[in-house]
Nanobody, 125 residues
Framework: VQLQASGGGLVQAGGSLRLSCAAS????????TAWFRQAPGKEREFVAA????????RYADSAKGRFTISRDNAKNTMFLQMGSLKPEDTAVYYC???????????????????WGQGTQVTVSS
């Protein structure tokens, strides 16, 4: 599976962006997809994850109430709607996917073997 992230850009604080992650093939059952981000000089961190059924969703505390993850299985695409953006949200955002991840590992980057190339999000103050 190849993943292609897009939708990043430059936005002012308080603004919104919608990231997309397109998969190269039809998602099969039990696939988990997620967003991670990495700011300059920092380690990559979890942002949000969603299960194939859309029933299991996880958010980092920093994303709760501001970001919404969703997926359209018919279009093999995942989204991250980001609102009330802050300068500290500035990072390269990566999408990731894998199958058979147990729900307690959805936030663990080591559980994912398939990664997109990343898309830059810059929030100006």
């Amino acid at each position: 599976v190849q993943l292609q992230a897009s939708g990043g850009g430059l936005v002012q604080a308080g603004g919104s962006l919608r990231l997309s992650c397109a998969a190269s093939e039809r998602s099969r059952s039990r696939w988990i997809t997620a967003w991670f981000r990495q700011a300059p000089g920092k380690e990559r961190e979890f942002v949000a994850a969603i299960s194939w059924t859309n029933l299991a969703i996880r958010y980092a505390d920093s994303a709760k109430g501001r970001f919404t993850i969703s997926r359209d299985n018919a279009k093999n695409t995942m989204f991250l709607q980001m609102g009330s953006l802050k300068p500290e949200d500035t990072a390269v955002y990566y999408c990731a996917a894998d199958r058979s991840i147990i729900l307690t590992s959805m936030q663990d980057e080591h559980a994912y073997n398939y990664w997109g190339q990343g898309t830059q999000v810059t929030v100006s103050s």
